[in-house]
């Protein structure tokens, strides 16, 4: 009997010194995010997403916001993430959000996935 009680004497305390000798764990930092705001313009008949180059981090959460100027519809695409949308300047909702997390390293294409001819960019999301 007094064996089993040293044993659970000896468990008890043991744990205990385990949980206040065990260092916290440090918060993990969130990302940051990082918020843009780019314009379709038409100039000269050239249909462009202004600016339309943008470097993050990975790991960071992008939000975009999106207002068309120009005329009609235009998309907003980003190859090699699952953003495509359509902002339409015809009836009177000329804004939209987009928001990902950039979780691929790389240079990435941004474009109008309507028109070929629309001008493009590149989302670069360093390492
Ligand atoms: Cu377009």
Redesign the pocket.
Known sequence: MKRLLTAVFVAAFGAALVRAQAPAKPAAPSAPTREFKTV?IEVKGN?IWTPSFFVVKKGDKVKITLINAASA???FAIEGYPVDVQVNNAEGDNSKTVEFTADKAGIFRVF?S??AG?VGGQLLVLE
Do not use: G, I, L, S
Request: with cysteine; charged share 10%.
């Open positions: 379709n249909k519809v235009h998309a109008c309507m028109h629309h």
